[in-house]
């Protein structure tokens, strides 16, 4: 089982949870990206090797890679291979047992069942046991975390998770289409109004005080309604920027956990 492939679709920081876990559990790792990533909370997302060349998190590195013997010395050299295939190319070409679709994007972008033996979404947008064997919930609450055979996870409410009893005003979206110009970084304290950003000649505000604990990268292009930024009101956990989150973490271990469950499925049946 420890020398398995798994594919990963998507290297955000819910994803990011998922890789750190499947990684240390000693899967050999692939993710497959965009050509230019949106991921908010960069400082925790291994997308971000698409444009830095390489990226660690919390000590796991992972590199860019263009090529299939690019990948095989990313995991010979213990790292994690990330390469730009958006349509899932890479799948047919290595043929893991295991795809997990990690993009969260509320919609199923083409993942399929017969992709591997075992396929797993995160989740809104996948039905259990028609599109992928099972479903993560990825909604925060009693839930979270947990294993769906049957069905779909709760839709998405488009309600930030509350901090301090502040939701929807930590995050930030674009008034208008443009390009971000950054102002001030993942970890910055901002205050209330505070220019942080700037959409073309919009400038952008931070809409409470707190840390900055995540912003889209400089450059990017966006459109009205984009998510922009979030802000972390505990101006105090710092660090918390630059970890990953109790809740990508509780994803992560509801991926292993049907990993292993599915695993010893097959095992009993082979």
Not at 123 to 144: M, Q, Y
Not at 243 to 259: P, Q, Y
């Amino acid at each position: 089982m420890f020398n398995d492939i798994v594919i990963i679709r998507g290297g955000g920081d819910l994803a990011s949870g998922t890789i750190q876990k499947l990684h240390r559990s000693g899967f050999r790792v692939l993710v497959l990206e965009v050509p230019k990533p949106t991921s908010i909370r960069r400082s925790v997302s291994f997308s971000e090797a698409i444009y830095e060349k390489q990226m660690e998190i919390e000590g796991i590195t992972a590199v860019h890679v263009c090529s299939l013997s690019e990948i095989e010395k990313a995991w010979s050299n213990k790292k994690v291979p990330v390469i730009i295939d958006e349509e899932g190319e890479y799948i047919k070409k290595i043929a893991p047992r295991i795809v997990v679709d990690a993009i969260i994007a509320k919609k199923n972008l083409g993942t399929t069942r017969d992709m591997a033996e075992i396929t797993i979404a995160l989740g809104p947008g996948f039905t259990a046991a028609k599109d992928v064997d099972v479903v993560i919930e990825t909604s925060r609450g009693h839930n979270l975390g947990r294993l769906i055979f049957s069905g779909q996870a709760m839709k998405n409410t488009g309600t930030p998770g509350s901090i301090m009893g502040i939701s929807k005003e930590r995050v930030i979206y674009s008034p208008c289409a443009g390009v971000m110009k950054n102002i001030l970084n993942i970890g910055d304290v901002v205050k209330k109004d505070e220019v942080i950003a700037y959409v073309g000649e919009e400038p952008i505000k931070a809409t409470i005080t707190g840390l900055l604990r995540g912003i889209l990268r400089s450059g990017s292009s966006v459109t009205k309604g984009f998510k922009l930024a979030d802000i972390d009101p505990r101006v105090s956990e710092k660090e918390n920027c630059f970890t990953i989150s109790d809740k990508a973490r509780s994803i992560a271990g509801g991926v292993l956990e049907a990993v292993l469950y599915l695993s010893d499925i097959e095992k009993k049946e082979g």
